[in-house]
């Protein structure tokens, strides 16, 4: 069965440090890893998945398959960063449901 | 992308009772998704529905308390049934197209009495 762990409930920097959100996952197949952000009174969406290999809005994840990992990770984090951001897998194949991890709350400091 | 709606979007229900939860989506799907979001929790797969056949209800979740209709490609409902206190949370439609990313709808926040 598909496991997204994000040890973080809470993670507090100060803007412009440098932020990264934890994410591990299980799956015995070659899943598809996304990270989705959730800003405040907002609905979910969709940050970046790791086949994409894109960055947004300055993030960037890499999948590490030998540590089964997929952080989030921003070189200077920015006050509009504050939000929930869920790390999900889904199997491959498209028509796969999606597992969420617990999520991890982002506070920038100003 | 997909645009997706849903009815009502919030309300305050009474112990015993059920409500039906709508969702829209603007475009043809093959799969659509029905999750909960309890409060400071992360999200919870409740059921998966295709069109033309039953859903299919992850561990935990039963058809009893959480009927679904599926009747087209652009629309499904979703039921929570005889409500309890414990039920107070967020319900969320959700789709996808193969190798696309996961749409999710605006939520329909419930709460029980």
């Known amino acids: 069965a598909q496991r997204v762990t994000q040890p973080e409930k809470l993670l507090s920097v100060f803007k412009g440090a440098p932020v990264e959100l934890k994410c591990n996952y299980s799956?015995?197949?070659?899943?598809?890893l996304f990270w989705y952000v959730q800003y405040s009174r907002q609905r979910l969406q969709l940050l970046l998945r790791?086949?994409s290999r894109e960055s947004i809005k300055g993030f960037t994840a890499d999948l590490n398959k030998g540590e089964t990992s997929f952080h989030l990770k921003k070189p200077f984090a920015q006050e509009e960063d504050s939000a929930m951001y869920y790390c999900?897998?889904?199997?491959?194949?498209?028509?796969?449901?999606?597992?969420f991890g617990t999520g991890t709350k982002l506070q920038v400091i100003p | 992308s997909a645009v997706i709606s849903q009815k009502p979007s919030r309300d305050i229900c009474q112990r015993g009772t059920s409500l039906t939860i709508q969702c829209q989506v603007d475009s043809q799907v093959t799969m659509m998704f029905w999750y909960r979001q309890q409060p400071g929790q992360s999200l919870t797969l409740i059921a998966t529905a295709n069109q033309g056949s039953e859903a299919t209800y992850e561990s935990g979740f039963v058809i009893d308390k959480f009927p679904i209709s599926r009747p087209n490609l652009t629309f499904s409902t979703l039921t929570v049934s005889n409500m309890s206190p414990e039920d107070s949370s967020i319900y969320l439609c959700?789709?996808?197209?193969?190798?696309?990313?996961?749409?999710f709808g605006p939520g329909t926040r419930l709460t029980v009495l």
């Open positions: 799956y015995s197949g070659s899943p598809e």
């Open positions: 999900a897998s889904r199997g491959a194949g498209g028509y796969q449901k999606v597992t």
């Open positions: 959700s789709v996808n197209r193969a190798g696309d990313e996961q749409f």
């Open positions: 790791h086949i």
